[in-house]
């Protein structure tokens, strides 16, 4: 499936590779068999497809090596990107709207998450009822400029707040954010996975919103809300097109298997050092993410707004008061015919674009 055919097609058709191709030839034809790769916090659930893709071999089964790069947040993997010392990302999509404003062309290929499963939280002693109660107080997220920091700007700024209203705090995506919490450093959080699994456990939060929950993510943002992609510079893409639909593939194959498994099989696959010292805690924290994994690899033309417009909900100097449908539609492309059914190379017939576009 294609947004923006015309810019697809100019360099990009080949990213399409025939089912009767071996996965032999593929590793033969790939123009980058060894791949540097950005993430932040790599141990969040919100990164859990690249984990298992990595650690079942799916890379591989395509002809990739993957090199990963872990950074505190997301933002600090975009810059790597745009400096050159890495080639692909698993980021937040809102990244690749925020980078096409500023005039860099960065495009997602496949979603891993449809939900942003990022959850706001206050101290369990913090009289907060609502978001607007937000003002004035010092909140934890992942890292200035991260997803979980443009979501607690978005929820203010549906309240009537402006980004200055509160203190923002990188506490980084694990132990530290704990930590941070616990002992009064902060008087809220917006983290992810199993961080705010074990807050919950030990008693530590209470939760404002929670959007690793469907209806949460509706109330809030009117449906999905495109949260992990796989993303990269267009001439990337452009001069490697086999290699990216490999690393689609691989992660296609990941998405489809977690879609199956068996929580003890997921949990089994995943380094016992992201279960911040708990395996029962990281069980508990997979359960109630099970539904924020995209189940097409598709982001929806609605998803594509609904970041878009939540983008422009706080910062409409970069992004306007009614954001340009052109650009959401240069963010995302796809070629996923090799591994997924041919349903998800068109659009389903009962699906219909947003009014916005």
């Known amino acids: 499936m294609a947004y923006d055919r015309r810019s697809f097609t100019a360099g990009l058709a080949s990213l399409t590779i025939s089912a009767t191709v071996s996965r032999v ?19 969040h659930l919100y990164y859990l497809p690249l984990t298992l893709a990595e650690r079942r071999g799916h890379f591989k089964d395509y002809g990739i090596t993957i090199t ?19 080639d692909v990302v698993t980021g937040a999509y809102e990244h690749t709207l925020h980078t096409q404003a500023k005039g860099h062309d960065i495009r997602a290929v496949i979603e891993l998450g449809r939900f942003p499963g990022i959850v706001l939280a206050v101290a369990k002693d913090r009289p907060v009822k609502s978001h607007a109660d937000l003002k004035g107080l010092k909140i934890g997220v992942t890292a200035l400029s991260s997803s979980s920091h443009f979501f607690v700007l978005y929820l203010m700024a549906k309240a009537g707040l402006a980004p200055t209203d509160a203190t923002f705090v990188g ?5 530290a954010a704990v930590d941070a919490i616990k002992a009064g450093d902060i008087d809220a959080i917006s983290n992810l996975d199993p961080v ?15 959007s690793r929950f469907p209806r949460v993510n509706y109330e809030i943002f009117g449906g999905t809300n495109p949260a992990a992609v796989l993303y990269a510079k267009r001439e990337f893409i452009a001069a490697n097109p086999i290699t990216m639909q490999a690393l689609v593939n691989a992660f296609y194959k990941t998405l489809k298997w977690i879609a199956t498994a068996t929580t003890d099989e997921i949990v ?8 911040l010292g708990d395996r029962a805690i990281y069980v508990k924290a997979l359960k109630a993410n099970l539904l924020v994994y995209s189940k097409t690899g598709i982001i929806t033309r609605q998803g594509m707004n ?18 340009s449908c052109s650009m959401i539609r240069r963010t995302a492309i796809w070629r996923m015919t090799n591994v997924a059914p041919r349903s ?14």
Request: glycine share 10%; charged share 20%.
């Open 25 to 43: 030839a593929q590793a033969q034809q790939v123009e980058r068999p060894s791949i540097r790769l950005g993430v932040a916090n790599k141990a």
């Open 68 to 86: 990963t790069s872990d950074f505190e947040g997301g933002g600090q993997s975009l810059e790597a990107l745009l400096a050159g010392s890495v």
């Open 171 to 175: 506490v980084g995506g694990g132990p």
């Open 196 to 210: 705010i699994t074990r807050l919950q456990q030990d008693g530590a939060i209470r939760i404002i919103t929670d």
């Open 268 to 275: 089994d696959t995943v380094p016992s050092d992201f279960f």
């Open 306 to 323: 609904s970041a878009l417009n939540m983008l422009a909900t706080f910062d409409p100097a970069s992004f306007g008061a009614r954001p």
């Open 344 to 357: 998800i190379s068109r659009r389903s017939a009962t699906e219909r674009p947003p009014p916005a576009c």
